[in-house]
């Protein structure tokens, strides 16, 4: 069982432009999330931008890139053009190449597997995956569509099964999936996750709402009280 942190980590994802950074940093973000090319969903931009908002984001700040690449070689090589201090696989990938990632990543970037808990069998993939991952997100995405979604649904999934599953697994938890200033509190209380990680909960017409965030950020630092 992973050890609680002091505090629910929140990482903001979708982020478009260093000015959108700032925003989501004043408000408190521990953690970036920048999106490389999907097959669906929002808040892709392009590698450039990527780069340029990694370079600017100062620590202790976590930058996560975003990647539906699915083979360990290519997948690091997009890491290391990005510039990011965590990559995160957005597909179902063999657990083999989860291990010869990280070995390939190490130690100068982390690495997140996402779990798109579709039903139980979340639970093991997440045994799967635990022991190559630096941390385990959870989102509502259905890799198995014609068109895959792989994040940014804003649909919540069973969290009942994500409670399970941060009780069993050792490595950190984030959850995502539909997560907005109404529902954060219960969600950490139901789940109990290492970090939260949201992008359409806190925006307004695509853009990061700092009223939004704000709320969020108060929710979340209110719960459990």
């Not at 799967?128 to 995405?141: I, N």
């Not at 697994?169 to 954060?184: I, R, T």
């Amino acid at each position: 069982m992973q050890l609680q942190p002091l505090r629910t980590r929140v990482k903001i994802c979708c982020i478009a432009s260093i000015d959108e950074a700032r925003t989501a940093i004043a408000a408190g973000a521990d953690a970036l999330g920048l999106v490389a090319a999907m097959p669906s969903g929002p808040g892709v931009i392009d590698e450039d931008t990527i780069r340029a908002i990694a370079r600017a984001v100062p620590p202790p700040v976590a930058t996560f890139l975003l990647t539906a690449r699915t083979e360990a070689a290519d997948i690091a090589e997009h890491a290391r053009e990005a510039g990011t201090s965590c990559v995160q696989v957005v597909n179902h990938v063999d657990p083999d190449e989860c291990a010869r990632l990280r070995e390939l990543l190490a130690p100068a970037v982390r690495l997140v597997q996402v779990i798109h808990v579709t039903g139980e069998d979340a639970l093991a993939l997440a045994r799967d995956y635990a022991p190559h991952a630096d941390a385990l997100l959870l989102d509502s995405g259905r890799p198995d569509l014609p068109t895959p979604e792989l994040g940014g649904t804003g649909r919540a999934h069973d969290w009942s099964i994500s409670a399970r599953l941060v009780a069993e697994v050792e490595c950190p938890v984030f959850l995502a999936g539909g997560l907005h200033p109404g529902n954060v509190a219960r969600a950490i209380d139901a789940v109990r996750p290492h970090g939260l990680d949201l992008c359409s909960g806190v925006r307004s017409a695509g853009a990061l709402d700092s009223d939004l965030l704000a709320r969020f950020m108060g929710a979340v630092a209110g719960a459990g009280r």
